[in-house]
């Protein structure tokens, strides 16, 4: 008789203590939401956890009057490799009634309070951590964050809940035009003092500088160090079809393609006959400071129809027109010629691309000396 009595006094006291325990509850929320660049320090991969920005939160709350002590444990896989690492806290009280609140911070980086304790990277994660020492940042994929609130002892599982993260590694920045490479190529020449802005990406978020190369100053300059010195025009954008045309407010503006025509107001006005340097940075969230990826840098020149007008009558030019073409040269601009009744423009272009006279003057020297070799001249 008395011993049944027990195992029911038993039940009864067992009963209130696991409700109490299952009122402890784990929300998790992810602060930044369009995180798309992660590195090894906000996984903690390497043991020794960095992270000072806030990635991810988390609340837990005790919804019993009742004190409670629990564990939280902290589980890291990826769509692709699977399990990569795992830890948990030391047991921590929780007052009845209480909210907390942790993020990422709390939980990698060793000196904190809830600092995640056997803390393991396991074999998947060491393959990544390998992979990923070479980079300092995560390959692309979708990283889950598993949260679950245990007892102070035992392995129960009393609230659990997970976020996802899905890291592009955005990187492909391509520009199209105007102009050409600086590094490569002497500045093409663009007719207009309003070119469009080309380039291909898979980014959101763009800063576009364009700078003048000055006569004398610039001489021994690098394009890097052009592009810094004399900017003429900066701006930002955001590739958002539906409010394209509209401005952000901190100034960026929203733009439908990648593609930017240049102001005809409100912004420097490009003058014929100077070189222009310009440069497209991509920009991706990442858990600190957006990350920058800067593209080549183009250059061009604006065309000056003043001088184009005389272009033609360059003696050195067309001392090696004549060497080459011969009465040719004279008989297209005759009446009747070929050419009758036409204006030198003053430009010249090459497979598509405009060029400078000191590029015709560099093909045309190559020509009268055998390295490249004329097989007809003829008028489209």
């Known amino acids: 008789m008395y011993g049944r009595k027990a195992i029911i006094f038993l039940m009864i006291w067992m009963f209130p203590t696991l409700a109490a325990r ?55 896989s990826s769509m692709r490799l699977g399990e990569l690492a795992a830890g948990i806290t030391r047991p921590f009280a929780l007052p009845g009634g209480a909210l907390m609140r942790l993020t990422n911070q709390n939980l990698f980086t060793q000196a904190q309070q809830f600092a995640l304790q056997e803390y393991q990277i396991l074999d998947n994660g060491s393959q990544l951590r390998d992979r990923v020492l070479k980079l300092g940042k995560l390959p692309s994929d979708i990283y889950r964050f598993t949260f679950v609130i245990k007892p102070a002892e035992g392995d129960a599982e009393l609230s659990s809940t997970f976020i996802e993260i899905d890291v592009s590694n955005p990187s492909s920045l391509d520009l199209i035009g105007p102009g050409s490479p600086a590094e490569r190529d002497a500045p093409a020449v663009i007719t207009g003092t309003q070119p469009i802005f080309r380039w ?42 539906a409010r394209a045309g509209a401005f952000s407010s901190d100034g960026g503006e929203y733009i439908s393609v990648t593609a930017y025509p240049y102001p005809a107001f409100g912004a420097w006005p490009l003058e014929p006959g100077k070189i222009y340097y310009w440069q497209i940075t991509g920009m991706a969230p990442s858990s600190g400071a957006p990350l920058e990826l800067p593209s080549e840098i183009w250059s061009f020149i604006v065309h000056d129809a003043s001088a184009a007008m005389g272009a033609l009558s360059d003696e050195a030019l067309l001392a090696q027109l004549r060497a080459l073409l011969g009465d040719d040269l004279e008989t297209f601009f005759r009446a009747g010629g070929a050419l009758d009744g036409f ?6 272009m090459l497979n598509g691309r405009w060029i400078s006279r000191e590029q015709i003057r560099a093909i045309l020297a190559k020509i009268a000396s055998g390295e490249y070799t004329l097989i007809e001249s003829r008028v489209e």
Not at 34 to 53: E, H, K, Y
Not at 202 to 228: C, F, R, T, W
């Open 22 to 76: 299952a009122q402890v509850q784990v929300h998790a929320q992810l602060i930044q939401r369009d995180l798309r660049v992660f590195f090894l320090s906000d996984l903690n991969l390497s043991g020794r956890g960095t992270s000072a920005n806030e990635i991810f939160a988390l609340t837990i709350q005790n919804t019993s009057p009742l004190p409670q002590t629990a564990r939280l444990w902290v589980g890291i």
């Open 200 to 241: 291909t990406s898979n980014m959101d978020q763009y800063k576009l500088i364009l700078a003048e190369k000055l006569p004398g100053v610039h001489d021994s300059a690098s394009p890097a160090e052009i592009i810094q010195d004399r900017i003429r025009f900066e701006r930002t954008f955001t590739l958002d079809p």
């Open 343 to 348: 204006t030198p423009s003053g430009l010249f």
